[in-house]
Each structure stands twice: as structure tokens, then as C-alpha cells.
């Protein structure tokens, strides 16, 4: 069955719609953690592996994504939840706060003033079919980090 194509922004705003984003009140954060769970749950029921939020979980992502490439079988939701996982996974693991900017109507995960666009990532990376992106997009948010704070002690 052909999908309906339909652009990034209206992807990403109908996976939010479905989250219920309270952006006024930064309910977007929690709707954030309870995305990522989602995923998360979703994952461990559909192959039997528990995830972990670690960076070891982003190379899973990487092969949910590759596993789509000829034909894609995640709706747009599932792709806004995988971003919120992703967001996690840099969030605890590399630091940052979340902010949602209207503009695009993202989520952005800011640490050091460094920015991550976990959802739009995810989708750029199903895409462009580029094996390993998002590992590679872990790893660049990373270093900056680690760099910035290495300026900053010196």
C-alpha cells in the first residue's frame, strides 16, 4: 500500500498533536519523557528487548530505521517517538535541557548552548537511507559537548 506523501512539518506537528503538548506551561517536557517511554514499551513488547537509554540503544535505532529503507512501515508518530527516544538518550547521557521551538515545531535538546534536533534527525535520517546517521549524529553532539566543556575548564 502506497503512503500519502506529506512534508516534514505536517509529519512532525501530527505526531505532537497526538502527544497533546501542553507548550505553555513546558508540559512538552514531560510529554517528551513520556514519548520516549512509549517508544520504549513499543519496542520492548514488539522484540523482547528491554532498552536502556543508553548510547548502545542508538545503533537499535539505526537498524529500525535501515530495516525501512526500501519500504517504510513507521507512521509519522512512530518516527516523532523515536526522536523523543533519542532525545532521551542525549539528554541523560550527554546532558541538556529540552526546549520546543514553534518554529519549526521541534523539540531541541540545548546543553552548552549546542542544539540536537532529535525528531527531525530520526526523520532525516529514514530519508536519506544513510546507514549508522543517527550513531554519527550521537557521537558529533557529543564531542561538541565534551569539547565546549573542555574549553570552559581551561
Known amino acids: 500500500m502506497a503512503r500519502k506523501k506529506i512534508g ?16 505553555s506551561s513546558g508540559g512538552y517536557v514531560e510529554a517528551a519523557k513520556k514519548a520516549a517511554e512509549r517508544f520504549a514499551s513499543d519496542y520492548e513488547r514488539r ?6 537509554y543508553s548510547m548502545d540503544d542508538v545503533r537499535v535505532l539505526d537498524t529500525e530505521l535501515e530495516k525501512n529503507y526500501e519500504e517504510n512501515t ?11 527516544y533519542l532525545g532521551e538518550i542525549l539528554r541523560r547521557n550527554v546532558g541538556g535541557t529540552y ?11 540545548k546543553c552548552l548552548e549546542i542544539a540536537a534536533f532529535p525528531i527531525l534527525k530520526v526523520q532525516k535520517a529514514l530519508k536519506e537511507k544513510r546507514p549508522g546517521a543517527l550513531e554519527a549524529y550521537v557521537f558529533l553532539f557529543a564531542k561538541k559537548v565534551s569539547d565546549k566543556k573542555e574549553k ?3
Not at 8 to 17: E, Q, S, T, Y
Open 99 to 109: 526546549e520546543f521551538r514553534e518554529d519549526p515545531g521541534v523539540l531541541v535538546i
Open 47 to 52: 522484540y523482547g528487548r528491554k532498552l536502556e
Open 152 to 154: 570552559g575548564t581551561q
Open 8 to 23: 516534514k512539518r505536517k509529519r512532525v506537528a501530527a505526531g505532537l498533536r497526538k502527544l497533546k503538548l501542553d507548550k
Open 74 to 84: 513507521l507512521t509519522p508518530e512512530e518516527l516523532v517517538y523515536m526522536g523523543y
